[in-house]
């Protein structure tokens, strides 16, 4: 039985290039930007007026001239004036260009107009003060957002600052997500005695929707010749099948084998962890399986990984934030940010497993504390709901966790 | 000028009721709840099996019993057997309902089966082991998740359970971002020298995207009589109307003037906090308004809040995220969560103003991190995709802030 570290290992070596799309900017946030942001102007793209008043020469007033005739105004958005006398003045607004022979702007509040004439009722002024100087943030040409970026609301911005109405972002997998189990019934269904509805799908839907990724959904009834028919076909097509179920030990679990059958590589099976253990992923390479002729058509086979999770609610759940996750973001070369937390009370976990402890989360004076949700087992769904992630208590030979120690946290709510 | 926290309070007693909707429940992530979920049997719904292997009755295992004939198989998703001699077993697979006259299951890895006959092969067995007991988790009737809780997968995964294929969430408010400045040009335009492209609307439309509010824009030209003429008509339609710029000084910041004119009530106008400072709050209210005879058709008219944001691009953003978003959270009656970081390095401001810091944030030992960005002031938009959030450090005579100390924080990554 391999480690979680190992199984991440094996996971990140088997990423996947989903390509390159343009798409309206406005529908980019949250996806991975693939192409540098250049400034196409200089940043601002003029000597930009920063507040609203009257623009001067600095070295009358240095000279100490108080009062400038009012000669003109300087919309936001109008053509560039031109100060013709020196010594005059020429109102101007926020976001406008500081008209020619101008270099000063003083702020309404500390000039007083009367009839025309502008006079500067404070003492000190400093030299181009209020001005946003053309240039100053960032210079033409050069790179404002860099590729591999994920967008959020501030890079829209910026995006549409630039003038770039399309832009490359990373193709989104095409993912299937597939239900087994002959005891579960549709949402909408009124379950028999021994069955129960179908959530695991929907939850995967959901915790991949995060991600911005749209995904489909199948359920095959525990048969192993319709599971072998079906899943030739899905590999055909998708760049990633996630199951949830039939990989443990049951007589009806033919997950495993239909995929030895249909030469998907398996590479691993079970991870010494807990909740998620009887985890099972593999590779179908689209030119490996062309030269064994598994496919009928395999001339647009792709490449596809197979996430098959365990078919407990909790485990389920852990594996894809803790295995799917980092397997697309690194396929997007997207850097993984790894939060961590502070655990608020001992701990006691006897097996030599990593251990995925339900927590609910806080920030206490800057730290983050995790404190244990005690629920029963992998099969306790509404536990999930009484959390806010999950901390990661590494494999070893302890079996008590201090309070105050530091685990890594994943983490599924937006705080 | 009033206080970041009076300005608060003032527009959390704003507060609106958008109503309640029904939807699909797998579109309801990141939305809010408006019933309770309850359990619609017990949780689990039987005793379910938990581990695939056999099952048997713990009494005679007790009583030196170690082989056991197999009666039988219990799929999961079939109908309970009833096992007809007390010393003989079942196999069992997880998921399925415990057979009846059993209450004990043994993993296939504890047992070696040989022509029909399971032998248990470990020396010590548990009383009712590996059986998820029905009712275990959650009772029949019982509340699963509260009302005015945002969904998240972990929802999806129970409220499928339960088969709530429609659920009530609070109704989004009906939001238009409107600008005006006459310097605005549009993302796909060449703007000419002294022009700019619009982006502050954009910028707005993903900050509240992110709520999972979809909103409208529009454009108005810095025109007095254009401006009131359509101000009169969105205030009709809109829950919200969140304007960016025409709110300072300028000769053509026209917007507080239109808005009193139109009977909206000024509920204050600038705030003492840097960036963000001419903001302009106020609100409209249906009857009050019909009452003026202000409005052609009020009888569908609306009770209104008016955002009105300076026009500079840090000023907007910070003033959406410090503002509408608590409005918004309690209009719809969430909880808001506080995040709070620790400054990485000495930080000075002199103004005795609430200072909004952009900051990039990083987890260190369970500490969450805050990093000064140094920006050019509220005009630099480039300068919030450098950051992460803001730090809120509050208004006060000091003008050293040490290095350790501990601030509110914003933040609009998503980590």
Same mark, same amino acid.
């Given at each position: ?12 070596? *088997? ?26 102007r ?13 623009a001067?020469? &600095? ?30 003045c ?17 702020? @309404? ?12 009722? #404070? ?59 002959d ?10 005695? &021994? ?6 799908? @929907?939850?995967? #839907? ?6 911005n990724?749209?995904?489909?959904t ?16 899905y ?20 997950l ?30 689209a ?7 598994? &496919?009928?058509?395999?001339? *647009?086979?792709? *490449? ?23 397997? &697309? ?25 990593? @251990? ?19 629920? *029963? ?10 959390a ?23 983490? @599924?709510?937006?705080?």
């Open positions: 039985m391999i480690t979680t570290q190992e199984a991440k290992h094996i996971i990140l070596q *088997n990423t996947q290039n989903f390509g390159i799309e343009d798409i309206p900017f406005m529908q980019s946030a949250g996806r991975v930007l693939k192409e540098d942001i250049v400034a196409d200089d940043f601002p793209p003029f000597n930009r007026v920063a507040m609203d008043g009257i001067i020469n &600095y070295s009358l007033f240095k000279n100490g001239q108080r009062k400038f005739k009012i000669e003109g105004i300087q919309p936001a958005g109008s053509k560039q004036l031109s100060m013709q006398q020196k010594d005059n020429i109102e101007v607004m926020t976001g406008a260009v500081l008209p020619n022979n101008c270099d000063t702007v003083i702020r @309404y509040e500390d000039v007083d107009i009367i009839d025309g004439i502008a006079t500067i009722n #404070v003492e000190t002024i400093n030299d181009c003060q209020n001005i946003h100087q053309k240039g100053k943030d960032k210079k033409q040409g050069v790179v404002l957002i860099t590729k591999n970026t994920i967008i959020s609301p501030a890079e829209i911005g910026v995006i549409a600052t630039v003038g770039k109405a399309t832009i490359k972002v990373a193709k989104q997998p095409k993912v299937l997500i597939i239900s087994t189990g005891e579960l019934v549709d949402v909408h269904e009124t379950p028999l005695d &021994y069955q129960i509805r179908r959530s695991n799908v @929907y939850t995967l #839907v959901s915790l991949l929707d995060k991600l990724i749209s995904s489909e199948r359920h095959i009834p525990d048969n192993k010749e319709v599971l072998k028919e079906k899943i030739d076909s590999l055909q097509e998708y760049d990633a099948l996630l199951f949830s179920g039939a990989v443990s030990k049951g007589k009806f679990d033919f495993p084998e239909v995929l030895t059958e249909l030469k998907v590589e398996k590479l691993f099976h079970k991870v010494a962890q807990r909740p998620g253990k009887p985890f099972w992923f593999g590779f179908a390479d030119l490996d399986m062309s030269e064994k002729n598994v &496919y009928q058509n395999s001339k *647009n086979k792709k *490449n596809t990984v197979v996430f098959a999770f365990p078919g407990n609610p909790v485990s389920t759940f852990v594996n894809c934030m803790v295995y799917f996750y980092p397997w &697309y973001k690194k396929s997007v070369e997207v850097q993984e940010n790894i939060q961590n937390a502070i655990l608020s009370e001992d701990v006691n976990f006897k097996p030599n497993l990593t @251990y995925f402890l339900q927590v609910k989360l806080s920030y206490r004076f800057g730290h983050l504390i995790a404190t244990p949700i005690k629920g *029963n087992g992998s099969g306790d769904l509404v536990s999930l709901t009484e806010d992630g999950f901390i990661e208590i590494p494999k070893t030979e302890e079996i008590e966790f201090t309070k105050g120690s530091v685990f890594p946290v994943i983490t @599924y709510r937006d705080f």
